[in-house]
């Protein structure tokens, strides 16, 4: 086990887990990271907890705790992206280019600018990608992300009545299958299912532990039983009740 704590490089968004050595951090403490990805500006949003080595985001670590100066970088690092945005969406009109630019982001020693982008198809960016490093003469990287990550920025309601988890409080957006629905015995109609990212509703993922275990010590459904009153087929099962 190691010690850790999760870090947030921008509001709303995924938690990484870095191990930490010589540092004593406590939640909402602003601190400098080395990634794979670059050097960033973060916040401590879940204070140390023992660890996995699996669990960890990068192989990376904590250089520091960030400083004033290191904030007010940061500050203008936001303020440059913004308008990085702006050109980013005129040159994508001016190009005439599929695809609709989300957010725009610069890794705090401006080594890279980062821009994401929604597409339904494949796009040829190069020219883009051209354009934008003749201005900024910085690495520049597009990543294409879903529907998913799209409704965390947006936000919104669910058919539940409440703000959308993922918008709210889930930080990290992993796999949901249809079987969870099935394990769960839900309609498979997607009105019911899917949430308003068009994408299977992450609250499948919340009970389904608890629905594999139940169904363990239950037969499947077509499987031929013995009761009281002899053989039968099971056609129906009720997994909360065990029945």
């Not at 440059?80 to 609709?100: G, H, I």
């Not at 989300?102 to 960016?125: G, Q």
């Amino acid at each position: 086990m190691i010690k850790s704590v999760g870090v947030e490089f921008k509001e709303k968004g995924q938690i990484f887990y870095f191990p930490i050595e010589q540092f004593q951090l406590k939640k909402n403490i602003t601190i400098i990271v080395e990634t794979e990805q670059g050097v960033h500006f973060g916040k401590i949003v879940k204070e140390t907890f023992e660890a996995n080595e699996n669990v960890l985001s990068f192989s990376g670590k904590i250089l520091r705790i960030a400083s004033k100066d290191d904030y007010k970088q940061y500050q203008k690092n936001i303020a440059d992206a913004k308008k990085a945005l702006y050109l980013s969406r005129e040159l994508v009109k001016k190009n005439n280019l599929k695809m609709q630019i989300i957010d725009a982001y610069f890794t705090f020693d401006r080594d890279k600018l980062l821009f994401r982008f929604l597409s339904d198809n494949r796009v040829d960016f190069r020219t883009l990608v051209r354009d934008l490093a003749s201005v900024y003469k910085t690495r520049i990287e597009l990543r294409q992300i879903g529907a998913r990550d799209k409704a965390r920025e947006v936000g919104g309601c669910g058919m539940c009545g409440n703000a959308l988890c993922c918008s709210k409080f889930l930080k990290d957006l992993d796999s949901v299958s249809i079987n969870m629905a099935k394990n769960q015995n839900l309609s498979l109609n997607p009105n019911k299912i899917n949430g308003v990212c068009g994408r299977l509703l992450c609250c499948l993922r919340y009970e389904d532990e608890c629905y594999k275990e139940c169904n363990k010590c239950l037969p499947s459904v077509g499987q031929v039983v013995q009761t009281e009153n002899g053989s039968g087929k099971v056609i129906q099962l009720n997994v909360l009740k065990k029945s």
